[in-house]
């Protein structure tokens, strides 16, 4: 096998991921309507009690919507590893000729992907109701490249999930269980000042947290390079515990 011969089957496998969401589109569905659900209910529900108006509102909870929506589409990860992994999938391109890896690789390459469109949908109804970016193309990239490289570092703990768990459903109960009470306890949309002083302590070096404030910071042109910082070394400390595990987790069952 040569040496690109595995970053060209990864590729395949990602497409063929990609192109299915032609013929089963409620893929795309789970990415796109419960993202806009969430900006519509926080804006003009919680909107005008917590900031006063609904376009301050905006402005301080969109990117902590993006981030808790960016980390809750990660699940989706798993839930697709184990699904191929019920249904044989995995089986059947085992007796191809093709790198073992390319499988999984395809699989966090696909839903990086269909990140990108998730990100991308939220910030653009974001602008149509009134949030405005003040950092420019420089600062959307960022942003964009902040959550992408923290979301495929979280996806590593769905990959172990979804290889661990026996049924996808199970995969999402984990998005509820540990990623719900993680963002719900984090300045993504309320200000940290306003909870009482004990979850303080906790909201200060909640990952979530930092991840919120460094995309806030980036999209608003109040970028701290000290925040972004502490965001990669948070991705980069998930990815260094998890994605060993995962990968040994991997090779033994397929």
Do not use: C
């Not at 590893?81 to 890896?101: C, H, Q, W």
């Not at 910030?123 to 420019?136: C, K, M, S």
């Amino acid at each position: 096998m040569t040496a690109m011969a595995m970053p060209r089957q990864t590729l395949t496998l990602a497409w063929r991921s990609l192109v299915q969401i032609k013929h089963n589109p409620a893929e795309l569905l789970d990415l796109s309507i419960q993202p806009i659900m969430f900006v519509a209910l926080f804006t003009y529900v919680f909107g005008g009690a917590i900031s006063g108006s609904t376009g301050d509102y905006l402005t301080f909870a969109l990117p902590g919507i993006i981030v808790q929506n960016a980390l809750f589409a990660s699940v989706t990860t798993g839930v697709g590893l184990n699904s191929d992994l019920t249904k044989g999938v995995f089986d059947r391109l085992r007796s191809l000729p093709i790198a073992r890896s390319a499988p999984l690789a395809g699989r966090i390459l696909a839903d990086t992907a269909k990140q990108a469109w998730s990100i991308a949908l939220i910030l653009g109804l974001g602008v149509v109701l009134g949030f405005r970016v003040d950092n420019g193309v420089a600062g959307v990239l960022g942003a964009f490249a902040l959550l992408l490289v923290f979301s495929l570092a979280a996806s590593w703990i769905a990959v172990l999930v979804g290889l661990l768990a026996s049924e996808p459903e199970k995969v999402q109960i984990f998005a509820f269980v540990v990623i719900f009470p993680l963002t719900f306890t984090s300045n993504a949309f309320v200000p940290t000042e306003t909870m009482p002083g004990w979850l303080q302590a906790w909201v200060d070096v909640n990952p979530v947290t930092i991840l919120a404030d460094a995309t806030r910071g980036l999209l608003t042109g109040t970028v701290s390079a000290s925040l972004i910082g502490q965001s990669l070394l948070w991705a980069a400390a998930i990815a260094a515990v998890f994605a060993p595990i995962a990968i040994r987790t991997f090779k033994r069952k397929v």
